[in-house]
């Protein structure tokens, strides 16, 4: 029973354009979220999270938004660059207990 | 120096034969964690630990055993390894302190195969 769903398995976009990552998840107890970068050989990386209290945060040019009524968030990239290229993996917990990853969306971004 | 080190970086073993995949840390951290990344199948989580006297299994545990030899240190078995545990391995720790939430880092990953 997969709790966290990340259903687009890749992305290709545009450089300069704006990359949109998909999570869903179905456990209502969840109420922090994350989202990790992972780079070829090397180990996942945060890269930014919210809380159940907010519907939005922002970190340069990385913004997570939160639809609590859907269960569903997504992270947006804008303008994506090259080196955005890599897996992104969201993940969830709730309080108190371990988090649980997604199984990733390989981005690309294009020339 | 990095903050999360896993040894070795990279093993072959055969069917049956007994590894073990060690991680060390230095950040402090009471939380440590191993997952499997297998491809199309994300991070699955295979044992944890919330502190030395405490360990959890995962969603994947059989066939592993773990050792959490001090606050530091967080060893993953493979008493008798079979190919299908060729895999990506990754240690990882946390420390949420009196928070609710939690931050994982991870360290760089042992690739393994069993031939």
């Known amino acids: 029973d997969q709790q966290v769903k990340q259903n687009s398995p890749s992305l290709s976009v545009q450089e300069g354009r704006i990359s949109i990552l998909n999570c869903d998840y179905t456990n209502s107890m969840f109420d922090y979220f994350l989202w990790y970068k992972k780079y070829p050989a090397e180990g996942p990386t945060f890269l930014i999270s919210?809380?159940?209290?907010?519907d939005k945060n922002e970190d340069g040019r990385f913004t997570v938004f939160l639809n609590k009524s859907a269960k569903h968030l997504s992270l947006h990239i804008v303008p994506s660059q090259p080196g955005d290229s890599a897996v992104y993996f969201c993940a969830a917990s709730a309080t108190w207990d371990k988090i649980i990853f997604g199984k990733g969306t390989r981005l690309h971004i294009l020339p | 120096d990095a903050d999360v080190t896993q040894t070795p970086r990279n093993r072959i073993t055969k069917t049956g034969k007994r590894i073990m995949l060690e991680c060390s840390q230095t950040?402090?951290?009471?939380?440590m964690y191993w997952y499997r990344q297998d491809p199309g199948l994300g991070l699955r989580l295979i044992y944890y630990s919330f502190d030395v006297k405490d360990i959890n299994k995962g969603e994947i545990s059989d066939g592993y055993s773990v050792s959490r030899q001090a606050q530091a240190k967080f060893s993953l078995s493979l008493e008798s390894a079979i190919p299908n545990q060729t895999a990506l391995y990754f240690c990882a720790t946390s420390d949420p302190g009196t928070a609710s939430t939690d931050t994982q880092y991870f360290g760089p990953g042992t690739r393994l195969t069993v031939l």
């Open positions: 919210i809380s159940s209290i907010k």
């Open positions: 950040k402090g951290h009471d939380r």
